[in-house]
C-alpha cells in the first residue's frame, strides 16, 4: 500500500505568513491528493481536489500543486481563521490513505 | 442540498459490536459511494472502508478485515458500518462520507463517537 507522509506535523507562524505543507507518497499515483482542513472540533472539510483544484467557497489564499509522489499545499497570507489541522489524501483506489496531519498554528 | 446524517453516539464493552448508520438525502445515494473514516481521540484520520451504494461492492482496511462490515440500504439511502469484536483502540469518532467515482470525499457527516469501554 501507498504510505503518505506529511511535514512538518505542525508549524506556528504569524498573520500574514506564507505557510507550505508538504505531502509526499511513497509511490506515484498521479494527481487522485485531496487536502482537507479540520478545525478543532469540527467535521474535516474538502480544500483541494486533483491536486490543484480550488473547491467552491475556498479562499484563494489556498493553493495546491504537484504530482506524482510530491504535493503541497500551500496558503499564501496566513489568517487567524486557518488555524485547523490539514490533511492530505490519496483517493485514486483504495485504501484511500490519509497523511499523519499538519498541526497550523499563530505565532 | 446534500446531507449526511448518522446515528448517536455508543458505549460498549470491550467484545460487543457496534452499528453505525448514516443516512444520506439531496442526492441520488445509488450513484455515489460511502467512505467510512474514524478519528481516535488526538490523533489523525485513519481510512476505515469503502462501499459502493449501487452494487454493495465495499472494500475495508487490512487492519479491520474480519471486525468491519458495511452495508446499504438504498429503499432509505442509508449506509451502516458494522465493527465487531470491539477493543479500546476501536474507540473513536466515526464518520460517513460520499465519495464520487474517481473523486475525494466532498460531504461528511457530522461523526459518531464510539467509545469502547468496561
Known amino acids: 500500500d501507498i504510505q503518505m507522509t506529511q511535514s512538518p506535523s505542525s508549524l506556528s507562524a504569524s498573520v500574514g505568513d506564507r505557510v507550505t505543507i508538504t505531502c509526499r507518497a511513497s509511490?506515484?499515483?498521479?494527481?487522485?491528493l485531496a487536502w482537507y482542513q479540520q478545525k478543532p472540533g469540527k467535521v474535516p472539510k474538502l480544500l483541494i481536489s486533483?491536486?490543484?483544484t480550488l473547491q467552491s467557497g475556498v479562499p484563494s489564499r489556498f493553493s495546491g500543486s504537484g504530482s506524482g509522489t510530491d504535493f503541497t499545499l500551500t496558503i499564501s497570507r496566513l489568517q487567524p481563521e486557518d488555524v485547523a489541522t490539514y490533511y492530505c489524501?490519496?483517493?485514486?483506489?483504495?485504501?484511500?490513505?490519509f497523511g499523519g496531519g499538519t498541526k497550523v498554528e499563530i505565532k | 442540498q446534500v446531507q449526511l446524517v448518522q446515528s448517536g453516539a455508543e458505549v460498549r464493552e470491550p467484545g460487543a459490536s457496534v452499528k453505525v448508520s448514516c443516512n444520506a438525502s439531496?442526492?441520488?445515494?445509488?450513484?455515489?459511494?460511502i467512505t467510512w473514516v474514524r478519528q481516535a481521540p488526538g490523533q489523525g484520520l485513519e481510512w476505515v472502508g469503502w462501499?459502493?451504494?449501487?452494487?454493495?461492492?465495499?472494500h475495508s482496511a487490512q487492519k479491520l478485515q474480519g471486525r468491519l462490515t458495511m452495508t446499504t440500504d438504498t429503499s432509505t439511502s442509508t449506509a451502516y458500518m458494522e465493527l465487531r469484536s470491539l477493543r479500546s483502540d476501536d474507540t473513536a469518532v466515526y464518520y460517513c462520507?460520499?465519495?464520487?467515482?474517481?473523486?475525494?470525499?466532498?460531504?461528511w457527516g457530522q461523526g459518531t463517537l464510539v467509545t469502547v469501554s468496561s
Open positions: 462520507a460520499r465519495k464520487p467515482q474517481s473523486e475525494s470525499l466532498d460531504y
Open positions: 462501499i459502493s451504494a449501487n452494487n454493495g461492492n465495499a
Open positions: 486533483a491536486a490543484s
Open positions: 489524501q490519496k483517493y485514486d483506489g483504495v485504501p484511500l490513505t
Open positions: 439531496g442526492y441520488t445515494f445509488t450513484s455515489y459511494g
Open positions: 509511490q506515484g499515483f498521479g494527481n487522485y
